[in-house]
């Protein structure tokens, strides 16, 4: 999404907000945008993005080979690190 200036609204656009912010809950139709209860297949990947830094990290030959074993290609094996190290961050933060 591109930054910058929306076009403003028309006084007929404005007055339909201020109608539909007027109205309770309960009294607006939104039976065509149903509530998403089942948020099992979302990527966090999509809209959020976290800042990465680069370092220079060593690690045993066989702990890298195993990781480029275990995702398809090899490709991801950062990736998959990353998941491994924060998933064992959050542990040991919630059992110190």
Do not use: C
């Not at 403003?8 to 209860?37: G, R």
């Not at 275990?70 to 059992?95: C, D, F, K, M, W």
């Amino acid at each position: 999404m591109k930054r910058g200036t929306s076009r403003k609204l028309t006084k007929a656009q404005q007055a339909e907000i201020q109608a539909l912010a007027a109205l309770p809950d309960e009294q607006i139709d939104t039976s065509d945008i149903p509530e998403i209860t089942d948020w099992s297949g979302a990527r966090r990947t999509l809209l959020y993005r976290p800042v990465k830094q680069q370092i220079t990290l060593r690690l045993d030959a066989d702990v890298v080979a195993w990781f480029k074993a275990s995702v398809p290609g090899g490709r991801g094996y950062q990736t998959e690190i990353n998941r491994v190290l924060r998933a064992h961050a959050r542990r040991s933060l919630e059992h110190p």
